[in-house]
């Protein structure tokens, strides 16, 4: 237990993070792009359906 090696275990501990941290952030970024896309969906369904009202 003198040290060695644990800069390169480190290392790839960082890189395990960042690469999981870059696919959590690309997950939340395609929810909201499907949550903004759904709400446009549904306004427009919204305004359809004031416009032919009787």
């Not at 800069?7 to 790839?12: S, T």
């Not at 501990?13 to 709400?39: N, P, Q, S």
Request: hydrophobic share 45%.
């Amino acid at each position: 237990m003198t040290g060695e090696g644990t800069d390169e275990g480190d290392e790839e501990l960082d890189r395990r993070r960042l690469a999981l941290e870059k696919k959590r952030e690309r997950i939340v970024w395609y929810y909201l792009g499907y949550f903004l896309f759904g709400i446009h969906i549904v306004a427009f369904v919204m305004i359809y359906a004031v416009t032919h009202a009787k």
